[in-house]
């Protein structure tokens, strides 16, 4: 009886390996990924199968967009809020800012004003002071929130908002912030802050949905001003961390019409982590004294194609005379690499700016696998010398920019729920520019011969870390 009953479940583990590798081949995003999950499910499914279904999922289901074509609450809000959009939206006939837009399902406007915030002091200073104007309502939403000082300084502003009458709704990743106590979230709530975790595996139907991230950094006053960058909430942030020790980034304060894009954004993550929508602002204000244009474009593992990597390839391909990349993790999928290599081989200035202080053992050993083909091809890769870089910029000739929270990996192309703000101003550019230019100030040129002078021992190492890249 025991032995029959052994062997029935030894068939039933294979039978499921069979299944789940099928399902695998049908679904997984990429062919290195299906390869990956179909051999191990069918040889090793004891290991496999419990792998796969907490961490072999390709899309996250149940999450509900405005922009979707489904008529939900959302949808109707959308169509009328877009109503009060279209005086400023922006027509272009540049077929580059057409394939954004389509990304982002979500127009170009004009008449906004787009601010550089650089580095922590001036960053927070901004936050803060934005939570203390607002009037009506504050959006907060962060990847990780940590209680020490800089998030008890985050939670007081906050608190004081909710006192004075005004709505504040605070969302907060519960991976990245797993370190968050409940005595901090409780001294919120205590205050009338509406509080929650984004729970992307709530409810019985979606608790296998573990390996996805809510990586957004957002906040949005009023409906009139909003934030957007790489900055978390935490001492490191400002380089008091002496593992990190300086902590480079870059923030953006929005103002006009684009903040409406964020707080759909935000809007649309509330949705999924309360079922609640929430009424707010969307009249489209715009600022004489400014024409910045601008496109949000959100991304997720909910979308029916992989927003952030087209938006990274688009943003290449555009490209004539120069492109500079910052990401403090950059393990970008194939057709990235491609593309930056192309674009080197055509003669742009392809620079892309790195961390030399590695804060992910796997990300950084990784690199080294397919460093050699870019820099054979053309690429320039510079490492940042004086501290943690984390912030997450492109520019592209002397035309635009991006700043947002998308890292060049496999995690925030396809794992992560991001958000990017992408600017077609020749303006804007140049400040980037100036800002970029300092930080190559800052950095080392990699060389081919130091990447090849590394041991076998570390080759081999790097090639297996990078096979890990569709998961980290």
């Known amino acids: 009886m025991a032995s029959w009953l052994l062997g029935t479940g030894i068939l039933l583990i294979h039978l499921l390996g069979i299944v789940s590798a099928i399902m695998a081949l049908m679904s997984s995003r990429t062919s290195q990924g299906a390869v990956a999950w179909i051999i191990s499910l069918l040889t090793f499914p004891y290991v496999a199968l419990p792998a796969y279904w907490?961490?072999?999922?390709?899309?996250?289901y149940g999450y509900v967009s405005a922009r979707g074509q489904r008529d939900t609450v959302l949808r109707r809000v959308l169509v009328r809020y877009r109503a009060n959009v279209l005086p400023y939206v922006a027509p272009s006939s540049s077929p580059d800012i057409q394939a954004v837009e389509q990304l982002a399902m979500m127009p170009l406007?004009?008449?906004?004003?787009?601010?550089?915030?650089?580095?922590?002091?001036d960053t927070f200073a901004s936050l803060f002071d934005g939570i203390d104007r607002a009037e009506q309502y504050v959006l907060v939403q962060f990847f990780i929130v940590r209680n020490d000082a800089l998030g008890k300084q985050l939670q007081g502003h906050l608190q004081r908002a909710a006192q004075r009458g005004v709505r504040v709704y605070f969302l907060y990743d519960e991976v990245g912030s797993r370190k968050l106590n409940e005595g901090y979230l409780v001294d919120l709530i205590s205050a009338g802050v509406a509080v929650s975790?984004?729970?992307?595996?709530?409810?019985?139907?979606?608790?296998?949905?573990?390996?996805?991230?809510?990586?957004?950094?957002?906040?949005?006053?009023?409906?009139?001003?909003?934030?957007?960058?790489?900055?978390n909430v935490g001492v490191e942030y400002l380089g008091k961390d002496p593992k990190h020790g300086p902590w480079?980034?870059?923030?953006l304060k929005l103002e006009g019409p684009s903040v409406l894009g964020l707080q759909e954004a935000f809007w649309e993550d509330w949705h999924w982590a309360t079922d609640e929508v929430i009424s707010l602002h969307w009249l489209a204000e715009t600022l004489p004294s400014s024409d910045h244009h601008v496109v949000i474009v959100p991304s997720g593992p909910a979308d029916r194609q992989d927003t952030a990597s087209l938006l990274?390839?688009?943003?290449?391909?555009?490209?004539?005379?120069?492109?500079?990349?910052?990401?403090?993790?950059?393990?970008?999928?194939q057709g990235v690499q491609d593309a930056l290599r192309l674009a080197a081989m055509r003669g742009v200035d392809v620079r892309v700016m790195i961390p030399e202080r590695p804060d992910h053992l796997l990300v950084f050993l990784s690199a080294f696998s397919f460093l050699p083909d870019m820099l054979r091809a053309g690429v320039k890769i510079y490492?940042?010398?004086?501290?943690?870089?984390?912030?997450?910029?492109?520019?592209?000739?002397?035309?635009?920019?991006?700043?947002g929270t998308v890292n060049l990996d496999n995690r925030s192309f396809r794992l992560n729920f991001e958000i990017t703000a992408f600017i077609p101003s020749p303006d804007f550019a140049a400040s980037v520019e100036t800002m970029l230019e300092a930080d190559f100030e800052n950095c080392r040129r990699v060389t081919i011969d130091e990447i090849n002078q590394r041991s076998m021992w570390m080759k081999v190492i790097s090639r297996a870390a990078y096979l890990t890249a569709p998961v980290q």
């Open 383 to 403: 490492r940042y010398l004086p501290g943690f870089l984390h912030q997450k910029v492109m520019l592209v000739d002397s035309d635009a920019a991006t700043v």
């Open 109 to 121: 406007t004009h008449g906004n004003r787009a601010t550089l915030l650089i580095d922590g002091t």
């Open 248 to 251: 480079r980034d870059t923030h």
């Open 312 to 333: 990274v390839q688009q943003v290449i391909h555009s490209a004539k005379e120069r492109l500079w990349v910052t990401s403090p993790y950059f393990v970008p999928d």
């Open 54 to 60: 907490f961490f072999g999922r390709p899309r996250f």
């Open 197 to 231: 975790a984004f729970r992307s595996s709530r409810g019985f139907k979606h608790r296998f949905q573990l390996n996805f991230r809510n990586h957004r950094k957002v906040m949005v006053a009023d409906g009139k001003e909003g934030w957007v960058g790489g900055f």
